[in-house]
T-cell receptor, first 116, second 114 residues
Framework: AQKVTQAQTEISVVEKEDVTLDCVYE???????LFWYKQPPSGELVFLIR??????QNEISGRYSWNFQKSTSSFNFTITASQVVDSAVYFC?????????????FGKGTKLSVKP | DVKVTQSSRYLVKRTGEKVFLECVQDMDHENMFWYRQDPGLGLRLIYFSYDVKMKEKGDIPEGYSVSREKKERFSLILESASTNQTSMYLC?????????????FGPGTRLTVL
């Protein structure tokens, strides 16, 4: 069975702090894709990144970075020098290769509050 | 600018009413999705469609139906609304093709059933 666990329900930090959002996944397949989405207060989920299971290279995009480790089934997301605009709910998601597009499994989300 | 729009941001209905939630995308995407978002439960897929007139059940289809008569429009129907269907409803679309393109989301409809 597939499952995505985001153990941190809510995180609160002060601006400029670094913060890491955890994502642990379960799947029996060897080929799969992982995603991160951001949901700001406006409500619209915004795609951040997609990773396939064969690409364990860490990725950095500005203040955002992702650490994918198959050995621990984790795909963690770090925001460096957080800003108030980073306040949002962040979702990690998983889909197995060969499944349909409708088989995207979301975690329950982590609500990040960045205070000035 | 690509867009997924939903007919209402907020909706209040009474128990037993038939409710239509409309979603329109302007990106010529083949796939469209309806999710329900509840606190502590994350996003759960209700139905999705990979082509006009095609639909597949998601994880929680009970109490819902869908319609896709045109490529750009995907409607979610609550045949007889109940209070436990009070929730945030999110529509999304994505292009066909491998492998697993990102989904584009609308702003959501917050439905309250009294």
């Amino acid at each position: 069975a597939q499952k995505v666990t985001q153990a941190q329900t809510e995180i609160s930090v002060v601006e400029k702090e670094d913060v890491t959002l955890d994502c642990v996944y379960e799947t029996r397949d060897t080929t799969y894709y992982l995603f991160w989405y951001k949901q700001p207060p406006s409500g619209e989920l915004v795609f951040l990144i997609r990773r396939n299971s064969f690409d364990e290279q860490n990725e950095i995009s500005g203040r955002y970075s992702w650490n994918f480790q198959k050995s621990t089934s984790s795909f963690n997301f770090t925001i460096t020098a957080s800003q108030v605009v980073d306040s949002a709910v962040y979702f990690c998601a998983l889909v197995n290769y060969g499944g349909s597009q409708g088989n995207l499994i979301f975690g329950k989300g982590t609500k990040l509050s960045v205070k000035p | 600018d690509v867009k997924v729009t939903q007919s209402s941001r907020y909706l209040v209905k009474r128990t037993g009413e038939k409710v239509f939630l409309e979603c329109v995308q302007d990106m010529d995407h083949e796939n469209m999705f309806w999710y329900r978002q509840d606190p502590g439960l994350g996003l759960r897929l209700i139905y999705f469609s990979y082509d006009v007139k095609m639909k597949e059940k998601g994880d929680i289809p009970e109490g819902y139906s869908v319609s896709r008569e045109k490529k750009e429009r995907f409607s979610l129907i609550l045949e007889s609304a109940s209070t436990n269907q009070t929730s945030m409803y999110l529509c999304a679309s994505s292009p066909q093709g491998a492998p697993y393109n990102e989904q584009f989301f609308g702003p959501g409809t917050r439905l309250t059933v009294l």
